[in-house]
């Protein structure tokens, strides 16, 4: 089993729609958890940190289940410029400074 | 600020030669990571150094791949003897102590 596994899409959805993607991450023990944006044929970025308490960014809402080790991210009004891969990223071990674990990411195609 | 920066951008070169990849990461980043990505595995940690010592090369594939970070604006990633298989997008990430990283643009091998 991967340690973060995604579906990979893609997502296809109008302009202004509401879509979710979910992640799952196999070691209960991990610690910190993101979401990273890539664009085709560019580098990952950074989107947003996830925290227990669920956090919200504007159009975008991530939120961390524990007991069932998922980690969701919604996006509401959903724009053509949001059309990317979505990466579910997950720092696995204790002690293990920044290591992070990349799902293998979700694509969304949004549509005019 | 200039960001990580990454040479060559492209490289295309023949089984069996030598192959080095190059990496400048962010001033003042304590961690650097190199990462591969390909459609089959998505994004694999292949190596990260911390204060431009190795800390964990579980991910490196084989004796064909080494890593050194001479000091702490430059590291290379060397593949010798390259193979087709070891084509890829070649990432290099650095890192502060808070756990985001900033990736490099990437280095697009091709083993032909």
């Known amino acids: 089993r991967k340690e973060v596994e995604q579906d990979p899409g893609p997502f296809n959805v109008p302009e202004g729609a509401t879509v979710a993607f979910n992640c799952t991450y196999s070691n209960s023990a991990s610690q910190s958890f993101f979401w990273y944006r890539q664009d085709c044929r560019k580098e990952p970025k950074l989107l947003m940190s996830?925290?227990?308490s669920g956090n919200e960014d504007g159009r975008f809402t991530a939120q961390l289940n524990r007991a069932s080790q998922y980690i969701s991210l919604l996006i509401r009004d959903s724009k053509l410029s949001d059309s990317a891969t979505y990466l579910c990223?997950?720092?696995?071990?204790?002690?293990?400074?920044?290591?992070?674990?990349f799902g293998g990411g979700t694509r969304l195609m949004v549509k005019p | 600020d200039a960001g990580v920066i990454q040479s060559p951008r492209h490289e295309v070169t023949e089984m069996g030669q030598e192959v080095t990849l190059r990496c400048k990461p962010i001033?003042?980043?304590?961690?650097l990571f190199w990462y591969r990505q390909t459609m089959m595995r998505g994004l694999e940690l292949l190596i990260y150094f911390n204060n431009n010592v190795p800390i964990d090369d579980s991910g490196m594939p084989e004796d064909r791949f080494s890593a050194k970070m001479p000091n702490a604006s430059f590291s290379t990633l060397k593949i010798q003897p390259s193979e087709p298989r070891d084509s890829a997008v070649y990432f290099c990430?650095?890192?502060?102590?808070?756990?985001?990283?900033?990736f490099g643009e990437g280095s697009r091998l091709t083993v032909l």
């Open positions: 990223v997950v720092n696995p071990r204790r002690n293990a400074g920044n290591m992070l674990t």
């Open positions: 996830v925290y227990s």
């Open positions: 990430a650095s890192s502060p102590d808070d756990g985001e990283l900033f």
């Open positions: 001033s003042g980043h304590d961690y």
